[in-house]
């Protein structure tokens, strides 16, 4: 009789807590629990984590040349005049709509979400009019696709600079290790050459 009392109050006590944490939805870094009208805010960690480019995959190679060792982006090492030894580029000459990718990046170990990406590619142009790309994004990392449309990028200079885009929204820590990316040129006039020497990714989250 004892037994059955004690194994009765456990079992309403299971269901009393099951039927307490139901119907819980995340907005941001803010949990509501919508049945008991309750919500808190978890504190996640700080973050600005710069994450280098670490392969190239091939499945888009339609830039006119891929110069030097895959995956060509992972360091500074090309000129201004395109003849340092052992530098590695991409490069097209004339065309617009000419994809390049994939490209990946390192995971980092940080967990939760809220993350904003950005890329920050090193970039030069012929006459510093109309030479750009738009840069596709894959967050799931198996996109069959050219995944999605993300940021232009407008080279401008003649000589190596950097510019940094972002991409729209934000991303949890899977999606940032997902992530890969794919370079179209823009067809805006075909351009001229459009030189990429370098790019990587950064991860920031607020506390
Ligand atoms: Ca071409
Ligand atoms: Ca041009
Ligand atoms: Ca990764
Ligand atoms: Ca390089």
Same mark, same amino acid.
């Given at each position: ?9 456990? &079992? ?5 807590? &099951? ?30 984590? $710069? ?62 979400? #809220? ?8 970039? $030069?142009?012929?006459? #510093? ?79």
């Amino acid at each position: 009789m004892k037994k059955k009392l004690v194994f009765l109050i456990l &079992l309403i006590s299971f269901l009393f807590l &099951l039927s307490g944490f139901r119907n819980i939805k995340i907005y941001g870094t803010e949990y509501i629990d919508t049945k008991c009208n309750y919500s808190f805010t978890i504190n996640q960690t700080w973050v600005d984590e $710069s994450l280098a480019c670490n392969g190239y995959t091939g499945t888009f190679q339609q830039w006119d040349a891929r110069v030097g060792n895959s995956p060509y982006l992972d360091a500074i090492d090309d000129n201004d005049t395109h003849d340092a030894v052992g530098g590695a580029y991409i490069v097209e000459y004339n065309n617009g709509n000419k994809d390049e990718g994939w490209f990946t990046f390192n995971d980092t170990s940080e967990l939760g979400f #809220g993350f904003t990406v950005n890329f920050t590619f090193r970039v $030069s142009c012929v006459d #510093g009019d109309n030479d750009s790309f738009y840069v596709f994004y894959d967050k799931t990392g198996s996109d069959p696709g050219t995944g999605t449309q993300g940021p232009f990028v407008s080279i401008v200079s003649t000589t190596y600079i950097n510019k940094t885009v972002t991409l729209p929204g934000t991303f949890n820590a899977t999606e940032v290790n997902n992530m890969r990316i794919m370079l179209r040129t823009s067809n805006e006039a075909q351009g001229d050459n459009r030189y990429v020497d370098y790019v990587n990714m950064t991860i920031y989250r607020g506390a």
